[in-house]
């Protein structure tokens, strides 16, 4: 079974810029899997950032960008803040109706 | 604004069936452009996708709950619904409902204890 794949944890200093990545266990990441990137802070429930690969939800500030670097999907915060501190993860369409989310990183703003 | 709400039992016995029920507001669940998802949480850990439904009532599961998972939709009551039969601890999560298709709108959660 194909397992996504993502960092454990990442710290970034304000106004950096830092970027996840989410990749398969067994392949390559594309357009294709249609990568969505969800922010989610403690007691609260996650928030959609980019879906699509690169489309940024309603509201989202475009400090956070989304893309594919080279084998995988990645998301991009510029410019960091000490509100981002959060756990983010990707969810990966896999094709026959069936989504699959990594494991999720916690990011750090330090 | 599309809202998502979950409602359902706290608490679950062992081997018992665990239901939830979604109620949407803000948008039609009849809607072909969507589709309606649940997605759970264990305390402490990562995002479980669990399935989805379409409004023509065809659904997706995750392949590890094969034959244990149902979802259900109700589009009188712009509702769609979880069940889990043969709980167990390992059940115990926050369940989430969402729609999807174009980025998750995600409802704010309800805690699933499964417990005797």
């Known amino acids: 079974q194909t397992v996504v794949t993502q960092e454990s944890s990442f710290s970034v200093s304000p106004g950096g810029t830092v970027t996840l990545t989410c990749g398969l266990s067994?392949?390559?990441?594309?357009?294709?899997?249609?990568p969505n990137w969800c922010q989610q802070t403690p007691g609260q429930p996650p928030r959609t950032l980019i879906y699509n690969t690169n489309v940024r939800s309603s509201g989202v500030p475009d400090r956070f960008s989304g893309s594919i670097l080279g084998n995988k999907a990645a998301l991009t915060i510029t410019g960091a803040q000490a509100d981002d501190e959060s756990d983010y993860y990707c969810g990966l369409y896999m094709g026959n109706g069936i989504w699959v989310f990594g494991g999720g990183t916690k990011l750090t703003v330090l | 604004q599309v809202q998502l709400q979950e409602s359902g039992p706290g608490l679950v016995k062992p081997s018992q069936t665990l239901s939830l029920t979604c109620t949407v507001s803000?948008?039609?669940?009849?809607?072909?452009?969507?589709?309606w998802s649940w997605i759970r949480q264990p305390a402490g850990r990562g995002l479980e996708w669990i399935g989805r439904?379409?409004?023509?009532?065809?659904?997706n599961y995750n392949t590890s709950l094969w034959g244990r998972v149902s979802i259900s939709i109700d589009t009188s009551k712009n509702q769609f619904s979880l069940t889990l039969t043969s709980v167990t601890a390992a059940d115990t999560a926050v369940y989430y409902c969402?729609?999807?298709?174009?980025?998750?709108?995600w409802g704010q959660g309800v805690l699933v204890d499964v417990s005797s």
């Open positions: 803000g948008d039609s669940i009849s809607s072909s452009i969507y589709y």
């Open positions: 439904i379409y409004s023509s009532g065809s659904a």
């Open positions: 067994s392949g390559s990441v594309s357009t294709s899997y249609y």
């Open positions: 969402a729609r999807g298709a174009s980025g998750w709108v």
